[in-house]
């Protein structure tokens, strides 16, 4: 399938392994196509908090993107008892479990 790379500038690609949203075009993360310049992460974040060192370069937009994915799955109570559940089944005190997020 060619790949829109969304800058118009018809240099579009190949990608056999692509993620399609509904409508059959590749998903395109938020902030990963420049339409000129972007906010960082540092920028819009109030100066009273912290921001680690390896977001403050990031576009603000796909911070906020991975902050609402994260949030959703993580309050996905149904989900998460799921996951629970089927590791109770195969996991035992013998075990080791490498966790990778």
Same mark, same amino acid.
């Given at each position: 399938d060619v790949?829109?790379? %969304?800058? %118009?500038?018809?240099? =579009?690609?190949?990608?056999e392994e692509a993620? $399609?949203?509904? /409508?059959g075009r590749?998903?395109?993360?938020? /902030?990963s196509v420049s339409h000129g310049a972007k906010p960082t992460f540092a920028q819009n974040i109030d100066?009273?908090?912290i921001v680690p060192r390896r977001l403050e370069d990031k576009p603000y937009e796909l911070? =906020? /993107?991975?902050?609402?994915?994260? $949030?959703?799955m993580m309050n996905d109570h149904p989900r998460n008892e799921f996951y629970?559940?089927?590791?109770?089944?195969?996991?035992?005190?013998?075990?080791?479990?490498?966790?990778?997020?």
């Open positions: 790949c829109d790379d %969304g800058d %118009g500038d018809g240099d =579009e690609s190949w990608d993620e $399609y949203d509904d /409508a590749p998903y395109v993360p938020p /902030a100066k009273n908090f911070i =906020e /993107a991975a902050n609402d994915w994260h $949030y959703a629970k559940s089927a590791l109770e089944g195969v996991i035992t005190r013998e075990s080791v479990v490498l966790e990778i997020g």
